[in-house]
C-alpha cells in the first residue's frame, strides 16, 4: 500500500534514544507506519526535512484557553499560536466561576458548552483539565473522567484568600461558589479523597488519573503584598516577585505533600515551580513522602526571563517571574533530572485588558498571565543546548514525558502506531521574538527582543501540515482527545 506521506532526510530526535538518527518517517492514516533510514516512497509524497532535527510534536499539558478571550476565538487564535511553537498537542484548564465561561453550576451543563465552542476550531489537538471548585464538583469527579474523558484535575491553592489578580474581598462571587462553601484546605482534602476514589474504581486507567496544583499560599501573599505596597521600594516585576515570595511557594507545596500523604493519593503533579525554594520544598517532599509519584512542572516562561529582564509588566504571572539565582536553580534542577516537563503556561491577555487604564505602569493592577507556546520548542533548545542538554532530553521534557503522565498514550514519541505529529526544527536558525508575529491575539510578549536559536519550521498534526515555513496552513483539524487514550 502506498503512504500517505513519507518525511525524508530528517534526524529523528526520539525522546529515549541516544542521539538524533537519520531516518525517513512513513505515515499512513494519520500514524507513523514505519521508521527505517531511505525508505522507498513508492510514488506516495515525500516532504524532504534536509538534515533537520524532527521532534515529536510538543504536548504542552499547561494552557488557559478562554481566560480573558471567550473560548472559540481563543481555541482558533491560540491553537495556531501554539502550533508556531511546535506543539501539536495541548491540554487547557478551565474552571467554573469568573473568567473562563462566567458561570457556575455542575460540569454536566458546564462542559458540553466548553466542547461545543471549541469543536472544529483548533489547529492542534486538545483536551481539558477540569478544577473542582465546590462540593458538587467532586461528587462529578467519576462522570468527568468516564463519561468526558477527562482524568485530570487541578487545584489553585491561592484561591482561598486571593481572586487571579491579587486581593479578593468576595472569595464566593468570584468562585461562584454555593452559600457556606468555602475553598479552603478542607476542600481541597475533600478533592483528594474524590480523585482517589476514583482511583481505585478504575484501576486500569488509575495512573492517568491525577491532581495538579498551583502552589502559593494566600495569607503569605496578602501579607506580603501589603508589606511591598506600605515600603514602596520596589517596583514593577520584582515588587510583584517580593509580593507572592518563593516561600509562599514552598509553605503551599509542603501542605499539599502531606494532605496526599493523608489522603493516599499519589499521583501528584506541581505546576509551574518558579523559584529555588519551590524546588527544594518539592524535592523534599519527594523524600519525605516516598509513596507519592509527584511531578514537577516549569514553564518556559520562568526559564527564559527573570523580573530583570522581561519586556515590561506584561511579564506579570502567577507564580512571578523571578530573580536571576532562581532561573539558574530551576536549569540546575532541570539538568539534574529533577524537572518533570517543560510547559509554556500560555493565558492570551489582550492590551486593554492586561494594563490598567487608570494607571499602566502598576503592576498591582494589571492582570496576570502571558502567551508563550510559540518558543516552547525553540526556548527549551534555545536555552538548553547551550547548557549541554541533549535534544533527546528535550523531547522527552516537551513530548514524552507529559504525553505518558496524562494519558495521551498515543502522543510524545516516534514510533510506528503513535499519531504522526512531528516538528521540524532547524538547528542552525535564529531569530528574535517580535509580539507582532505570533498567530497570538496578545499584541506584546515579555520575550520582546530575546534572541532564540532553533526555529520551529515545518509542524505536522497526524501526517498533515499545519506548519510550512513558520506559517500556519490548511484548516483548523484539531480533535479533543478523551483520555487515557
Not at 44 to 70: C, E, K, R
Not at 89 to 101: D, E, F, H, K, W
Request: proline share 5%; with cysteine; aromatic share 8%.
Amino acid at each position: 500500500m502506498p503512504y500517505d506521506l513519507v518525511i525524508k532526510n530528517g534526524r529523528v530526535v526520539r525522546p529515549f534514544g541516544k542521539g538524533p538518527e537519520t531516518l525517513d518517517v512513513a505515515i499512513r492514516d494519520g500514524k507513523i507506519a514505519l521508521l527505517e533510514r531511505n525508505i522507498d516512497p513508492a510514488g506516495s509524497p515525500t516532504h524532504d526535512a534536509a538534515g533537520l532535527l524532527v521532534f515529536p510534536g510538543a504536548v504542552d499539558v499547561h494552557q488557559h484557553w478562554g481566560i480573558y478571550n471567550p473560548l472559540d476565538v481563543d481555541t482558533t487564535s491560540e491553537s495556531r499560536a501554539a502550533a508556531q511553537g511546535g506543539v501539536t498537542t495541548g491540554i487547557t484548564y478551565i474552571r467554573t466561576g469568573q473568567y473562563y465561561l462566567n458561570r457556575g453550576g455542575p460540569y454536566s451543563e458546564f462542559l458540553p458548552i466548553a466542547l461545543e465552542m471549541a469543536a472544529g476550531r483548533a489547529h492542534i489537538d486538545y483536551s481539558f483539565h477540569v478544577a473542582p471548585m465546590m462540593s458538587r464538583h467532586v461528587e462529578e469527579i467519576p462522570s468527568i473522567i468516564e463519561d468526558f474523558g477527562i482524568p485530570s484535575f487541578k487545584i489553585f491553592m491561592f484561591y482561598g484568600g486571593h481572586g487571579l489578580h491579587g486581593r479578593s474581598t468576595d472569595q464566593r462571587s468570584f468562585l461562584m461558589t454555593p452559600e457556606r462553601e468555602s475553598y479552603d484546605i478542607a476542600h481541597f482534602e475533600d478533592i483528594m479523597r474524590g480523585i482517589q476514589e476514583a482511583r481505585q474504581s478504575n484501576p486500569g486507567m488509575a495512573d492517568s488519573i491525577t491532581l495538579s496544583l498551583h502552589c502559593e499560599t494566600a495569607e503569605i501573599m496578602r501579607a506580603y503584598t501589603e508589606k511591598v505596597e506600605r515600603d514602596g521600594t520596589l517596583a514593577g516585576l520584582e515588587a510583584y516577585s517580593a509580593s507572592r515570595p518563593p516561600h509562599s511557594e514552598g509553605l503551599a507545596i509542603t501542605v499539599a505533600a502531606y494532605m496526599a500523604y493523608e489522603t493516599g493519593l499519589p499521583t501528584i503533579n506541581l505546576l509551574h515551580l518558579s523559584s529555588a525554594k519551590a524546588l527544594d520544598a518539592a524535592m523534599l517532599m519527594a523524600d519525605t513522602f516516598g509513596a507519592i509519584d509527584f511531578r514537577r512542572e516549569v514553564t518556559v516562561g520562568h526559564l527564559l526571563a527573570t523580573y530583570d529582564t522581561a519586556s515590561g509588566l506584561g511579564g506579570k504571572v502567577n507564580p512571578p517571574l523571578r530573580s536571576e539565582a532562581d532561573r539558574e536553580a530551576l536549569w540546575r534542577h532541570l539538568l539534574d533530572g529533577n524537572v518533570d516537563w517543560v510547559v509554556s503556561d500560555h493565558a492570551c491577555c489582550l492590551d486593554e485588558m492586561k494594563f490598567s487604564p487608570t494607571d499602566s505602569d502598576d503592576v498591582f493592577l494589571a492582570k496576570a498571565g502571558f502567551g508563550g507556546a510559540e518558543y516552547l520548542l525553540s526556548g527549551v533548545f534555545s536555552e538548553g543546548t547551550k547548557r549541554g542538554l541533549s535534544p533527546n532530553r528535550i523531547a522527552q521534557l516537551t513530548s514524552a514525558n507529559p504525553a505518558s503522565r496524562y494519558g495521551l498514550h498515543t502522543k510524545g514519541d516516534i514510533a510506528a502506531g503513535m499519531d504522526a505529529d512531528l516538528a521540524v526544527l532547524d538547528p542552525d536558525r535564529s531569530f528574535v521574538v517580535r509580539a507582532a508575529e505570533s498567530e497570538s491575539t496578545q499584541e506584546y510578549t515579555p520575550f520582546e527582543g530575546h534572541e532564540l536559536t532553533g526555529w520551529v519550521k515545518d509542524v505536522f498534526l497526524r501526517g498533515e501540515r499545519i506548519l510550512a515555513d513558520g506559517n500556519i496552513v490548511g484548516k483548523p483539524e484539531g480533535r479533543f482527545i478523551r483520555r487515557p487514550g
